[in-house]
């Protein structure tokens, strides 16, 4: 029974899921682009990584959920038509309202959240 929780701390450990204090390692979040007010873009960082967290990364089975986690918290602190995108190759070209429009990388993932004119 020790051998099998050494066992899976050394595994966690390893592929990086705790940190040395034993706690879920938080992803490291840049944001390359953003023309939102400060309180939202804190908001747009915090909810990604609670998402990160919640869904385990970036899978392919995971990845709806977290676009669709981001996308619901972020229209229930901030109205409705939000959108969210996110992958790690993809173009894009679109019209938002102003200031309501955040590019992020986290884990070699880009998100964009923006506020589409609905």
Request: glycine letters at 6%.
């Amino acid at each position: 029974m020790a051998r099998n929780c050494f066992l899976l701390i050394l595994f966690l450990w390893l592929s990086g899921i705790l940190t040395e204090g034993g706690t879920i390692n938080q992803p490291n979040v840049i944001v390359r682009v953003s023309n939102m007010t400060e309180s939202m873009k804190q908001d747009a960082i915090r909810i990604t990584k609670q998402a990160f967290v919640k869904f385990h990364g970036y899978s392919a089975k995971s990845r709806s959920s977290v676009a669709q986690y981001i996308r619901y918290q972020f229209e229930s602190l901030h109205s409705s038509s939000w959108q969210c995108i996110l992958g790690k190759d993809y173009a894009l070209s679109i019209a938002s309202e102003n200031e309501k429009r955040i590019i992020l990388d986290i884990d070699r993932v880009s998100i964009l959240i923006f506020k589409g004119k609905c």
